[in-house]
């Protein structure tokens, strides 16, 4: 299977950001999505929102942006459409990498037939993917660059990753993680990180064999952390947990979209990209998954390890220069907003220990006492901040 890599001539973006509906009351998941898209279309025909895998969300996607400024603009102008119609429907708008306590088994399928065919084949952990994320597009002019970004993108994964982190709890218990979804993700037998692929030859070669074994053709395609979209001529970054509001959104989309340009740069000068080891790359994405930003991490082939957040500050500095000619300098100065303030599943736990949630790993049974007593899961003070950081558009205390 030979893929045609289609090529961008400039650094395009495109950002596709999973929304969800929930219940007013409960903070529970609604498969509303059919209903609030037949709303949209109504006055909108043209929206650009898509269906998805759950009947209980839509996913905004940009049109082709020049910079960071116009994708969130564009995904802002969608947005306030989808929570239009989701009040005509008397549901609320939120985001975030997975729901805390409702449950995977519980949920509706949307129709498509791909979507059906995933879960006929994948069966229960298909029915666990009640997680919602974030997929960045940048152009890359040619085939022979993308891989050689790609593995230099992946040094800098526990990154996008630590910062976006905002799935704590799953099934109404704090699971100990700063991402579930990306460990539940993984369960699939197309999703997680890449194959250790040098050049496009090798991933043509690769996607062949899916196609010939079959795997494609359940899948239709593979959905890995960070991939080639041969047609769109990108590089797909797909790693980063969904956000609960576009401020936060706009720094890892800025952060995404400087890190591709940069080293695409370096190519340029004729320079080394960065790449280690694929062991070392795994344990990363496992760190920052489980501790977050207070994830150590691995940096380079020689096992150095330091603080994801003293690698990040060295980071925004190098990536400074570029930004400003991107027109993002603005939204990559966020970054240190998440660092200062703390990323969404920090917040998400604030509000659910105040509301009575437990420790992580506390007993199935002790988590259902708590929830009979509260009248629901304390969980749900997390979901309704959400909620309302969806509103104001940032992050809240």
Known sequence: MTEIFAGSPRPTLGVEWEVVFVDRATRDTVPCAPEVLETIAADHPDHGIQREFLANTVELVTGICAD???AVA?????????????????????????????RGTDQVISEKPAHQE???????????????????????RSAERVWPIINAIQVRLPHLLAL?????AWNGEDMGYASNRSLLYQQLPTAGLPPDIGTWDQWCSYMHDQATSGVINHTRSMHLDIRPAAKLGTIEVRISDSTSNLRELSAI???????????DRMLDRG????RIQPWHTEENKWRAARYGMEALIIVDRDTRERWVTEDLADLLEELRPVARELNCATELERVWEIVESGAGYERQRRAAVAAGALPPLATEPRVREVEAALGGSPW??????GVREMAAGRPLP
């Open 118 to 140: 995933i879960l006929k084949r994948t069966q229960w952990w298909g029915r666990q993917m009640l997680i919602w994320g974030i997929h960045v597009h940048v152009g890359i």
């Open 68 to 70: 960071v400024p116009e």
């Open 271 to 274: 320079e080394e990209l960065p």
């Open 74 to 102: 564009d995904l802002g102008g969608r947005l306030r459409m989808v929570q239009a119609a989701a009040d005509i429907h008397g549901v609320d708008v939120w985001s975030s990498g997975s729901h805390p306590y409702t």
């Open 164 to 168: 976006s982190c905002s799935s704590p």
């Open 380 to 385: 749900a003070a997390a979901v309704d901040l």
């Open 253 to 263: 989309v800025a952060l995404t979209h400087a890190l591709v340009v940069h080293y």
